[in-house]
Nanobody
Framework: QVHLVESGGGLVQAGGSLRLSCTLSGGTADVTSVQWYRQTLEKERDFVAHIRWKDGVTFYPRSGEGRFIVSRDAALNTVYLQMNNLRPEDTALYYC?????RGQGTQVTVSS
């Protein structure tokens, strides 16, 4: 089965940018799409972005403001989440998911 590992989180000032990575290994042949979610202790998880593996078609929540962009490098088995103009309310644990399998997540903290 597929295994996912996120990286790239950290502390950034408001207005800054980060690029998260989600590296897949194991049963990647069965992956049809990868999603990014974020979660805090106070809220249920939020859907952030979706990318279809075979052709890179992307989907975002209706509330999306274009600050986050998902992409993938199939040769590297990696999905990226470019996050721009970050706000303190973007602070959360970000994780990727394929099917019902998710990674451990990477923490993003945005200071005001």
């Amino acid at each position: 089965q597929v295994h996912l590992v996120e990286s790239g989180g950290g502390l950034v000032q408001a207005g800054g940018s980060l690029r998260l990575s989600c590296t897949l290994s194991g049963g990647t042949a069965d992956v049809t799409s990868v999603q990014w979610y974020r979660q805090t202790l106070e809220k249920e998880r939020d859907f952030v972005a979706h990318i279809r593996w075979k052709d890179g078609v992307t989907f975002y929540p209706r509330s999306g403001e274009g600050r986050f962009i998902v992409s993938r490098d199939a040769a590297l088995n990696t999905v990226y989440l470019q996050m721009n103009n970050l706000r303190p309310e973007d602070t959360a644990l970000y994780y990727c998911e394929a099917g019902h399998i998710r990674g451990q997540g990477t923490q993003v903290t945005v200071s005001s």
